[in-house]
């Protein structure tokens, strides 16, 4: 597996890459063209890199030994926005926007029948962090909103706490 890579989503459909061993990097296409459009997030399980992608689907895209890969539909999702990766529990977790609620696949099954995690209040979910040590899920709720609730409940979980509110929420990461 290739090591030491950043990957991103561009408006070509492609999957794009670069090396972090000799900076700056130079860009290269990772994955095949997929459909045109905005792609919206990449997110790397293993040697299986997993794309947000136009046209309501996620894809897998298995890196081959070069750092390459070729995309594959891994199910249809109605507006997916910002996919997250729980590698402790091996699970896909998926912000739709449209349906307002947050899903999650198995990563261990090989197909992903969606479970429906979390719904969302108003607006749409558009940012995930997943918090493997307090072992909950954080989403944009809305703009100015970030919601969690936690995962070693039954489902859906229901949002358990407004972490914040009022301050413009882009994007979701969390550190150690």
């Known amino acids: 597996m290739a090591r030491n890579r950043v990957y991103w989503s561009s408006g070509e459909g492609f999957i794009r890459g670069c090396s972090l061993d000799a900076l700056p990097c130079v860009p290269f296409n990772v994955s095949n063209p997929g459909p045109p459009g905005f792609w919206f997030g990449v997110e790397q399980f293993g040697d299986v890199l997993f794309a947000s992608g136009p046209l309501n689907f996620i894809h897998r895209c298995p890196l081959n030994s070069a750092g390459t890969c070729t995309l594959e539909v891994l199910t249809q999702a109605s507006n997916p926005r910002a996919l997250k990766v729980d590698p402790k529990r091996g699970y896909l977790y998926v912000a739709r926007t449209n349906s307002q609620g947050v899903f999650r696949c198995s990563l261990e099954t090989g197909g992903c029948k969606q479970e429906h995690v979390a719904a969302t209040a108003a607006g749409f979910p558009s940012a995930l962090g997943v918090d493997l040590v307090r072992n ?41």
């Open 136 to 176: 909950h899920l954080y989403w944009r709720a809305q703009e100015t909103t970030l919601d969690r609730c936690a995962l070693d409940g039954a489902l859906p979980c229901a949002p358990a706490d407004v972490v914040l509110q009022g301050i413009r929420v882009r994007q979701v990461d969390l550190g150690p």
